[in-house]
């Protein structure tokens, strides 16, 4: 363990609660590295007989299902850009690559029968966040992070993965084949996540029709209901009956589309998507952020978050931060609040043997349970209100692992069956085994459909 973090348990001893000065950067990066370390006792993938690139799962053979091993591995990346800490580096790049597929579009046989387009987004997102914050290249002869997340996006611009008729007609469905269930399933999360990646790519390597690809799939949540006036995100419809709109909401979809006007906005300059930041940020903080602490506002209060909710915090602090470095008039609003949740988050890390593991809920007036979803929300909470100290997540029109790349969005590919894998700116200028992480979303969401939050 390093000395400086002997030093910050020394002060509660070797097992005690994690500590953090909010407004001192050295403490808060000390206690991410903490949070980081723990984090990383969840992940099996570096052991003899375990898979690379996955948490232990899928259920029942453990907690996880493939799509959360993205959020871990960005995570990771963000804590390590804003960190400069290079212990994990090598872990992450084999992980991330050991999920790409065949076909090097994170479409890996082992797990193909069941992802989901949102799945597959969110593996995509890990590439693109490794290429923006300017994580170390995967070597010459493996695939690289930007022709990673474009082969992700190219196919899921494609006419196969989207409803071909009705009033849903050109939104992606949940699933990707026809033979799972949850095909017909639209859910906001798919498009909401081909969105943002669409615009980080459009801003990192100058592509403006990949700018209006991702504007177009806004455009259709917003004109279907998924997205109304006030900026309520809803969780989605069957294609069938498409008006009939599943009213649940969950952060991740406000942060993740939050995060993709952000970088719209950077790109183009356009005063509609800052008009459209401005709305949906003041939403996102009523609903999430209640009284200035993250809060899973369908499922907390009632004790019913489960374990794919439970990383839903980690991506909200990251999009919230993500947002106030790409739209800086929007920091006075954003900081405090981050400031205020990642205090809170810290203030949950009592548990384990070591006395420090995090728990999920910072409203809670004790520890509830230990998770690598929970973990995740802590370090990215952290991470929020940390300076960025290596590659910006916010630098653009980069031609690195290959952003220059020509590709045509709407390509298509399929996978092998052989397959072996198991910032700061003045201006704007980005179930079988069901993997896909909404399925416990989708089933609560069918549940507490009621809420909607007026």
Known sequence: MRLAQLLLLGVNGALGALTVDIEDQD??????????????????????????????????????????????????????????????????????????????????????????????????????LAALTGFQDPDVTDPQWVPLARAVFDEQSTEFRRVDDGDCKGAMRWQIFPTNEGYNYINALSNIAYFNLGSQLAYFTDN????????????????????????????GAHADTCNEINKAQYSHNAAMLLEGFAYQYKYTGDDNWKQRIDGLLKRTLEVFFPDGVAFEAACEEAERCNTDMKFFKGILHHSLATTMRLAPHTADTILPVLKSSAKAAVEHCTGGDSGRMCGFSWVADKFDASSAGAQTGVLSALVSVMTAAGGSSTSGNGTSNGGSTDTDSGSDSTTDDDSTTGGDADTPGSMGTKSGVNIGVTLAALIFGAFAYM
């Open 208 to 235: 403006q029709t990949m700018s209006k690809l991702a504007e177009d799939t806004y455009d259709l949540l917003s004109d279907i209901g998924f997205v109304n006036d006030k900026f309520d995100v809803y969780d």
């Open 27 to 128: 403490s808060i990066k000390e206690a991410a590295g903490l949070v980081a370390e723990d984090l990383m006792t969840f992940y099996k993938g570096e052991e003899e007989g375990e898979v690379r690139g996955i948490l232990p799962g899928p259920p029942p053979d453990g907690d996880y299902y493939w799509w959360s091993g993205a959020v871990f591995w960005s995570t990771l990346i963000d804590y390590r850009n804003h960190s400069e800490d290079t212990t994990y580096d090598d872990i992450i790049t084999r992980g991330i690559l050991w999920q790409t597929g065949q076909n090097d579009d994170f479409m890996p046989a082992n797990w193909s029968a069941s992802i989901g387009n949102d799945d597959q987004a969110l593996w995509g997102l890990s590439a693109s």
